[in-house]
């Protein structure tokens, strides 16, 4: 008996060695697949799994897992494996993962790993201040392209996060492929692969984009979320709609500033130093333009001179053209902003604006008559005034539109200082980044669309260059069981 029960341990342990050894090669060659299986199993068994596995392959799968079900698992294995899958792995996976966690979390994760490497965490999950990756929520689990739509529902009652109007998804190296829209998967049948019912992506825009490039992909695309992704095209976080309007409203509020030559990065409680600094430099230009107007004024001295009512009246004429060359301006800039106008329409502004100017000349002008003509008593004052109140409106209307026109034809963004415009252009080529797999996934769809035939010649035309592809479910039966 105690023979038996020896050779029966001894079978059991040589089966055991041979499971994990299954494992070990499974998560070594396979690990996408891999972390297919363990995100199906339960979180305690998943990480079991992983703690009975040699580091370096308990590191292969787990940095192939979706962030949110790493993060569980990484609060599943002993401190010392967890210490080592963040060290080991891709950077990028990591910081995704230490993005899942709160502050006090993630510190304390941070500081148990080598200094050098929780230094370049830290600047992985250190966006700028007005970035997208600021903007964005980093907690948002996509679905891979592989799972059913029954595998789906189940991960999204995993993750329990409410108010989802559409979900991303992703190969298998985490990289940004379409979404799924909830109704279409509430509706699909279970067993239908998700990549059925996916669709292509409207807009996405990179972590290290600007603000102004996320309210630009707004305007374009009436989206309520917006993707992020690294320069490498991986998903890592979604810019939900209050954030998308709260870009929107700032954006705003500096081009106001802007405008009348305040910085755009001082904010209402900014020192005095600060704010004098990004001032002072446009008063100073102000103060040429005003010299400029004062010599034109001073061309006419001794007509002034002989006529004192002149000096009296000029800063109404002068008032009131400013005013309507404000309005004019900041309508162009508005229509400049939303692309309700382009540079072809600058015709249409000019005479647009050179026509309400002669009209509202008109009408100020015969107020400003009456009031002359009480205080003066003067016809002539009067006709000269009119005219002049006349012709200064039209003549604000036109440079009102025609100036913010012109320094856009010149590459200029009248909403920014110069500097802030050859930022935008350098980061404006990245606006709108769509991963180019929805191209792949584009071609798949036509390929279906030519039938099985066209599909069979066209893998038959793949191996022919490539050799046969590699089959993962095929090779890796055996471990697949074990996992399973």
């Not at 499971?19 to 995100?39: G, I, K």
């Not at 002993?78 to 966690?101: F, G, K, T, Y």
């Not at 446009?282 to 009512?309: C, D, H, M, P, R």
């Not at 400049?336 to 026509?355: C, D, G, N, T, Y």
Request: proline content about 5%.
């Amino acid at each position: 008996m105690s023979t038996d029960a020896a050779d029966s341990q001894t079978t059991a342990t040589g089966a055991a060695s041979a499971v994990a050894a299954l494992n070990r090669r499974f998560l070594l060659d396979y690990p996408h697949e891999a972390a297919r299986r363990l995100e199906a199993m339960p979180v305690a068994d998943a990480a079991e799994l992983l703690a009975t596995q040699p580091p370096h392959a308990a590191v292969r799968a787990w940095q192939a897992l979706a962030a949110d079900v790493a993060r569980a698992v990484l609060e599943h294995v002993p401190d010392a494996l967890a210490q080592r899958l963040l060290s080991d792995a891709e950077p990028a996976a990591s910081a995704a993962v230490l993005a899942q966690l709160d502050q006090a979390a993630r510190a304390v994760r941070l500081a148990a790993l080598d200094p050098q490497v929780a230094q370049e965490l830290r600047e992985l999950l250190a966006y700028p201040e007005d970035s997208a990756g600021r903007l964005m929520d980093p907690q948002v689990s996509p679905l891979r392209a592989q799972l059913s739509v029954a595998e789906a529902l189940a991960r999204l009652r995993t993750i329990k996060r409410r108010g989802l109007r559409e979900l991303f998804v992703v190969d298998d190296a985490g990289r940004l492929t379409g979404r799924v829209e909830i109704q279409d998967l509430a509706v699909a049948g279970e067993a239908l692969p998700l990549r059925e019912i996916t669709r292509g992506l409207i807009a996405a825009v990179r972590d290290l984009d600007l603000r102004e490039d996320v309210v630009a992909a707004l305007q374009q695309q009436p989206i309520t979320e917006l993707p992020v992704v690294t320069s490498e095209g991986r998903f890592v976080g979604v810019i939900r709609q209050a954030a998308l309007v709260s870009a929107v409203a700032q954006e705003a509020s500096l081009d106001i500033q802007t405008m009348v030559g305040a910085s755009r990065d001082e904010r209402a409680l900014s020192g005095p130093l600060f704010a004098v600094r990004k001032r002072l430099p446009w008063l100073q230009i102000n103060l040429l333009t005003a010299f400029l107007a004062a010599a034109v004024v001073g061309l006419f001295e001794s007509t002034i001179a002989k006529f004192t009512a002149l000096a009296v009246l000029l800063p109404v004429v002068a008032g009131q053209s400013g005013n309507a060359g404000a309005q004019a301006l900041a309508v162009t800039m508005r229509g400049l902003f939303l692309r309700e106008i382009s540079l072809r329409h600058w015709p249409r502004m000019v005479w647009k604006e050179a026509s309400i100017g002669f009209v509202n000349g008109i009408a100020v002008a015969a107020t400003t008559a009456v009031g002359v003509w009480v205080w003066s008593g003067s016809v002539g004052l009067v006709l000269v005034i009119s005219s002049a109140m006349v012709i200064a409106m039209v003549i604000a209307g036109v440079a009102g539109a025609a100036v913010p026109i012109v320094l856009r034809r010149f590459g200029q963004d009248p909403a920014q200082s110069l500097l802030d415009r050859a930022h935008h252009r350098h980061r404006r080529r990245r606006l709108l980044f769509v991963p180019r797999h929805s191209d792949a996934a584009r071609r798949h769809a036509r390929l279906k669309r030519r039938g099985a035939g066209g599909v069979r010649r066209s893998r038959l035309r793949a191996r022919r260059r490539c050799g046969p592809a590699p089959r993962p479910a095929d090779a890796s039966a055996g471990t697949q069981a074990a996992l399973g």
